[in-house]
C-alpha cells in the first residue's frame, strides 16, 4: 500500500480493535458521551493557521492535529475550507473571531507570490525582508531542493496587496527539482535497530534534513518504515590502468643468453 497509508490504517485498525474489545487488551476506557467532539466553520475570508488557533483558545500544535489539511501558515478562504474546532470551543471562536474583525486588524499575513524566471528563493527572502529558511519553511520546500520558474509560493503580505489569495492562485503551479544535478532521490527501508542518527550517518546526510524531507513529527523510528532520502552521488573513482613491468634483471638476463647463443654457434664452428 502507498507510504502514507501504510502509517495510519494499522494505527486505525489497532483503535478499532480495542474500542470494540477493550476487556481483551486489558484497557479500561473513559466514558464517552454521546455528543459531537468538534463542529465545523465555514471560512470565505484568509486567516493565518495561528491566530485561528489562538482565537479558539486551543495549542497550535491541537488545532493542528484537529485540522491537518492545513499544513501550511495560512488557510486560504478562496477554497471555502471548514475550519474543525472542538464543540465546547466554538462559541469562543466565534465571538474571538468577531471581536477580531471589528478592529479592523487583517486576519492573514502570507499570501501567495508567483516566481519570475530569474528569481531564486533568495532573492525573493530578501526582498520581502524573511529569511531563505522561513520561506522554506512556510512552503515545505525541502533542504537539497528549490523552486522551479514559475511556481507559485507563499510570502508575507504587506499592504500593497490584494486582501485575499485569489482562488485562480490555489492551483497555481508548485514545482520543486534538486538544486545539483548529482541529488538523488531514494527510498529507505528502516531495518530492526536503527535510528535516525544511523540512517543520517549512513547516506551523510543531515538527521534534521531527515526529519524535513518525511515531515517527522519526532526522531522515533520503526521497523519497515519508509524514509524518503535526498543524497548527493559521489563521483566515480577513476579507473587504474595497470601495466606488468618485467624485472630489468630478467630482461638483461634474457637478452644476454640471446647474444651469448650465436657466439657459441660460432665458436664451434671454428673449433670444427
Do not use: C
Not at 9 to 18: E, G, M
Not at 27 to 55: K, M
Not at 120 to 129: H, N, Q, T
Not at 135 to 153: D, F, M, T, V
Request: hydrophobic share 45%; charged share 25%; proline share 8%.
Amino acid at each position: 500500500m502507498p507510504r502514507e497509508t501504510a502509517f495510519y490504517v494499522p494505527k486505525l485498525q489497532a483503535i478499532k480493535n480495542i474500542v470494540r474489545e477493550p476487556a481483551r487488551y486489558q484497557i479500561a476506557l473513559p466514558a464517552i458521551r454521546n455528543q459531537p467532539y468538534f463542529v465545523g466553520v465555514t471560512r470565505s475570508r484568509d486567516i493565518d493557521v495561528e491566530l485561528a488557533a489562538r482565537l479558539a483558545g486551543m495549542p497550535l500544535d491541537e488545532f493542528r492535529a484537529l485540522n491537518p489539511a492545513f499544513n501550511r501558515p495560512i488557510i486560504p478562504g478562496a477554497a471555502m475550507p471548514t475550519i474543525l474546532v472542538p464543540a465546547d470551543k466554538a462559541d469562543t471562536f466565534l465571538s474571538n473571531l468577531a471581536a477580531w474583525e471589528a478592529t479592523g486588524q487583517p486576519l492573514a499575513s502570507w499570501t501567495v507570490y508567483r516566481l519570475k524566471p530569474t528569481e531564486s528563493l533568495a532573492d525573493v527572502a530578501k526582498r520581502v525582508g524573511v529569511s531563505e529558511a522561513q520561506l522554506r519553511e512556510a512552503n515545505q520546500i525541502p533542504p537539497r531542493y528549490k523552486l522551479a520558474s514559475g511556481s507559485a509560493i507563499l510570502i508575507p503580505r504587506d499592504e500593497t496587496m490584494d486582501d485575499d489569495i485569489a482562488p485562480a492562485m490555489l492551483e497555481a503551479s508548485f514545482a520543486l527539482v534538486p538544486e545539483h544535478a548529482n541529488v538523488r532521490r531514494i527510498t529507505y527501508r528502516v531495518r530492526r535497530g536503527e535510528t535516525l542518527y544511523s540512517v543520517a550517518r549512513k547516506y551523510d546526510v543531515a538527521p534534521a534534513d531527515i526529519k524535513a524531507w518525511n515531515q517527522l513529527r519526532n526522531e522515533n523510528l520503526f521497523a519497515g518504515q519508509r524514509l524518503t532520502l535526498n543524497i548527493v552521488a559521489k563521483p566515480a573513482a577513476p579507473k587504474r590502468t595497470t601495466v606488468k613491468a618485467t624485472p630489468a634483471k630478467a630482461t638483461a638476463t634474457k637478452s644476454a643468453g640471446r647474444s651469448a647463443a650465436p657466439a657459441a654457434a660460432s665458436a664451434g664452428a671454428a673449433r670444427r
